[in-house]
């Protein structure tokens, strides 16, 4: 590609943190590299439960925070209901990552 097509490019707050960090980065040991590679060929299966299995709840959350979550749900082409669901049960699934705790594993 031609630096042309990179110079209209903006980019988004945690990809600029990446590219103003990227001397901090060291190369990760193959075994990461191939753990990846696995992990994206073979994702984890959501399932999705009948209307029957779910049970309906009100939250009280911050105006800021919802309109973050619509905006990110908004990205992914969910509506953003359906964004928390998938948060909440990733994270009692244990399989919710922190973003800043890998971005500590890379900066070593």
Known sequence: MSDAVFDNLVLDEEEQWIEDHLEEFVPAPEWVGETLREAAKNPPRIHYSKQENKKHVSLR????????????????????????????????????????????????
Do not use: C, P, W
């Open 61 to 108: 959350l911050d105006n800021d925070d919802i309109d973050k979550l619509k905006g990110l749900a908004m990205n992914q082409g969910l509506q953003y209901q359906t964004l928390i669901g998938s948060v909440l049960h990733r994270y009692v699934m244990g399989t919710l990552v922190d973003v800043s705790e890998i971005r500590k594993v890379f900066a070593k």
